[in-house]
């Protein structure tokens, strides 16, 4: 299996990991290596006894209605999310200098220190140079990391603002019954249509199909 420093070699000569994308030529050896890093989980797990599992979300903030989902979905899981201090689609919109963006970004680091795996929000395969930075860093540390487009292929970060978490849960209970009431079948021509309509417009509301 491979260790943390060999995966962080492969990223590193990954065509296109520079501030761009990570593209997925070799989707079997990081399958390997995502294997090998659950069985480390499962290790830290067995260390920690019933302490929950810690988990460092990373990417880009412009994402920051992926991060909103993640730290949900984890939190339900029974884990411990440490996340980004704040929602906003740039550093601008905050107000933050060049100084108080080094800051957070090793803060940042800090919390990849207390965490027992890393999960990498890459919407679209997208990796910035400071997520390039996390993913090393804790790489160099022994830390796990794991991929959004490799753990959940096709996933679509919620295209509206952020919106209450069971709501976004109810609608996607809504999804799956409506979808199961189409496949049944001999609703009638109109109501399919009406489903159909239904459906595009939660998927538009918090993201297609999970």
């Known amino acids: ?35 090998a890093q659950q069985q480390e989980i499962q290790q830290l797990q067995a260390q920690n006894g019933a302490m929950p599992e810690k988990v460092c979300l990373c990417g880009s903030t412009r994402f920051f209605r992926t991060f909103d989902d993640w730290n949900y979905r ?37 919390k990849i220190d207390l965490a ?10 997208y990796i910035g140079d400071s997520t390039r ?11 796990p990391v794991r991929f959004l487009s490799l753990d959940c292929v096709g996933y679509q970060e919620p295209q509206e603002d952020y919106h209450n978490p069971a709501d976004v849960e109810a609608l996607r209970i809504a999804r799956y019954t409506l979808k199961t009431l189409d496949r049944l079948g001999g609703l009638g021509f109109q109501k399919h249509i009406w489903i159909r309509e239904t459906l595009a417009a939660i998927d538009k509301t918090v993201g297609g199909e999970k």
């Open 133 to 143: 930075s996390e993913i090393d860093y804790a790489m160099a540390h022994g830390k």
């Open 74 to 110: 984890l939190t339900l899981e029974g884990k411990i999310v440490l996340s980004i201090g704040c929602n906003t689609k740039s550093d601008k919109g905050l107000g933050l200098t060049a100084d108080d963006k080094v800051r957070l970004d090793e803060l940042h680091k800090r």
């Open 1 to 35: 299996m491979r260790t943390a420093q060999e995966m962080a070699n492969f990223l590193r000569d990954t065509k296109g990991y520079h501030a761009t994308r990570v593209f997925s030529t070799d989707l079997m050896e990081c399958a390997n290596i995502l294997e």
């Open 116 to 125: 027992d795996w890393v999960f990498v929000l890459d919407v679209d395969r």
